[in-house]
């Protein structure tokens, strides 16, 4: 697919993406599962670099969820090490890059040397300018919902927030989401057609893409091709046609 064709002036300000397939692209392979890991690692700095360059603003990454806490410690404590080193390897490239990282999740779930090191990175990139590329990190969007009401019930206690001013917008402004747009577009790999606790409130108008490419073979001309796909789309957001003209 040539990026050529994608249209410049209609670029999806936030693409949030489902990497889902690294296991079964191991297995495909007869590997361990970590070697589905350590290749879509290589995927991500494909994407990132070509989400970038096209001048797309936010690319939000589905990391690690807080289900994935259940898995077997041994993947667990591997994947977290993957995190770690993957994160020093690559900050280079983002500052180059002009890459800013961000997170959302509960980060206070890692591993102490994990979460240091991943909030140096958040600091040295704070200054960049280009894509926010977003790490979803210990994060479900029913925890993420929860953990809104709780705090709107602090402030609505500490008497800072009444029900009665409570709108769309000022749950929004709890979100951990709350300094960046709603995602325009959600990719999922490995042609699983479900969304999986992933930002339930803010993918409300998202696009929706499917492709059944596991993520280590999920190439740019790929990524390009979901791009096609979306500008090809009316959004309505409930409207007629005739409304959106």
Sequence with gaps: MDKSQINKDRLPRHIAIIMDGNGRWAKRQGLARMFGHKQGVETVHNITEAAAEIGIDYLTLYTFSTENWNRPKEEVDALMSLLVDTIVKETPTLMKNNVRLLTIGDTDRLPEAARRKFEGCIEETAGNTGLKLVIALSYSARWEIVNAARRMAADAVAGKLRAE???????????????????????????????????????AYSELYFTDCLWPEFTVDEFYKAIIDYQSRERRFGKTSEQVK
């Design 165 to 203: 001013d409570i709108s769309e917008q000022t749950v929004s402004e709890y979100m951990t989401t709350r300094d960046m747009p709603d995602p325009d577009l959600l990719i999922r790999t490995s042609g699983e057609l479900r969304i999986s606790n992933f930002l339930l409130w803010q993918l």
